[in-house]
Nanobody, 122 residues
């Protein structure tokens, strides 16, 4: 059974930084971070495939960095220069294939964590 557990969410002020972690039971897969704010659809934020190739949505480029430690089976999301619009519940997701799709689709991922809350205030 593939299990994902997120951690690192917190309440911070605008301009602050956070590092989210997702402990997984396997590293032989595509992994991604999604987020969902109240009243909005869940959106893909960043993804990383088995070989370390990354992809980001435009709104977080230059501010967020997704990475993974295969030896520890852990996924990370370093978030810098946080904005109020980054406030959301953040989820890690995975699927047991080496490559990730070109576009984000939450339906495609079949393993999900329970989420960790990120709140950014002024």
């Amino acid at each position: 059974q593939v299990q994902l557990v997120e951690s690192g969410g917190a309440s911070v002020q605008t301009g602050g930084s956070l590092r989210l972690s997702c402990a997984a039971s396997s590293s032989d897969n595509c992994m991604a971070w999604f987020r969902q704010a109240p009243g909005k659809e869940r959106e893909g934020v960043a993804s990383i495939n088995h070989y370390g190739v990354t992809r980001y949505i435009d709104s977080v480029k230059g501010r967020f960095t997704i990475s993974r430690d295969n030896a520890k089976d852990t996924l990370y999301l370093q978030m810098n220069s946080l904005k109020s619009e980054d406030s959301a519940m953040y989820y890690c997701a995975a699927r047991g294939v080496y490559l990730c799709p070109d576009d984000y689709s939450d339906v495609w991922f079949n393993y999900w964590g329970q989420g960790t809350q990120v709140t950014v205030s002024s």
